[in-house]
């Protein structure tokens, strides 16, 4: 049942025959609209055992379209953006197709690394819902975030600076003359390309030592998880987070920083924009990620999307109603495309 505070209209499941054949809906628009599988392609699905409903609806469909789905299932390594074992990595790179639904990304692995290399395509998928395979972000129109992301692509390639800021405190500024902009728009149908399935976003790297101000995040921090009512402050200098503050999900974010013990695992990766009007709001981490109006900045690792560092995390945290500037000219406002 919906409500003001959380307007989740789908129910999550529970392990069910009959709802199955709803997951099949948003599974057959990501193997045939999404990523055209064609008849004979190798279609890799890397899943591990919480989320394996959703890599056999992807499968199903990946029969449905002519394809030769492929399962591989590990245990989930908890931690977004581990290092996978060999024999998922080998499996990804001889892939035509992939899809990553997991419990962690694999995004900034070299799974999805060595896949994008060898010319396959593909999307993770990371802490996907099987209600997000029926509603919300699923229903957008990926054509069109897609030549949303294009336009705005074209002018962040030829900006030296990037700043964005919110009204609850986020604002953060950084360098990414030079780097390429990451197309994570929903569609991937050529040979390379690749999306977060059903987030729709760009993004692009800062270059390290960079990034500075003051971070916000007041929808989510991944692996801590929503910070509505608990917003958590992340302070940025030189490039890397010099302090959290908040309560007690700051403390969380604090001790998953502290454990992985690595300075990498405080770099500022990622600065990215969401495209999709149709995310859900506090409901899915893939639909807070490309929600229209939504930002996030990524921690750790960057070397998967054009920066230099290899961390061992890579954590996005995330923020809504966000302004965005490109050399000091706002793009986008709250949702709202100013060019």
């Not at 307007?7 to 069910?16: K, L, R």
Request: glycine fraction near 10%; charged fraction near 25%; proline fraction near 5%.
């Amino acid at each position: 049942m919906a409500s003001e505070n959380w307007p989740i209209t789908y129910p999550h499941y529970v392990p069910a025959s009959s709802s199955f054949i709803e997951l099949m809906k948003g599974a057959t628009k990501a193997v045939v609209q999404c990523a055209a599988v064609k008849p004979g392609e190798k279609v890799v699905i890397s899943t591990d055992t919480n989320k394996m409903r959703i890599a056999e609806a992807l499968a199903a469909a990946t029969v449905t379209a002519g394809g030769v789905p492929i399962i591989v299932a590990i245990v989930p390594p908890g931690v977004h953006g581990a290092q996978l074992p060999q024999p998922v990595v080998a499996a990804c790179r001889e892939a035509d197709v992939f899809f990553l639904p997991t419990s962690y990304s694999q995004t900034h692995t070299d799974a999805r690394i060595e896949a994008i290399k060898n010319g396959a395509r593909g999307a993770t998928m990371c802490d996907v819902t099987e209600d997000a395979l029926c509603t919300g972000a699923i229903l957008g129109d990926f054509e069109e975030c897609d030549r949303l992301g294009r336009k705005l692509g074209a002018i962040l390639d030829k900006t030296t600076e990037v700043r964005i800021r919110t009204e609850r405190g986020t604002d953060i500024k950084g360098v990414i003359k030079g780097r390429p902009v990451q197309y994570e728009t929903g569609l991937f149908r050529e040979p390379g390309r690749f999306g977060a399935f059903p987030d729709s976003e760009i993004n692009i790297s800062p270059i390290e030592g960079t990034a500075e101000g003051v971070i916000v995040a007041d929808v989510r921090i991944m692996s801590v998880g929503v910070t509505r009512e608990t917003p958590v402050t992340i302070e940025v200098k030189s490039g890397n987070i010099t302090d959290i503050k908040g309560g007690s999900q700051a403390e969380d974010f604090k001790a998953i920083l502290k454990n992985l013990n690595d300075p990498t695992a405080y770099n500022i990766a990622e600065f990215a924009i969401g495209l999709n009007p149709c995310a859900r709001l506090y409901s899915t981490n893939l639909e807070d990620l490309g929600r229209l109006g939504n930002a996030h900045i990524g921690i750790g690792s960057n070397y998967s999307i054009g920066g230099k560092v290899k961390a061992p995390c890579h954590i996005d945290a995330i923020f809504k109603d966000a302004v965005i500037e490109f050399d000091g000219k706002v793009v986008m406002d709250k949702g709202k495309v100013m060019i």
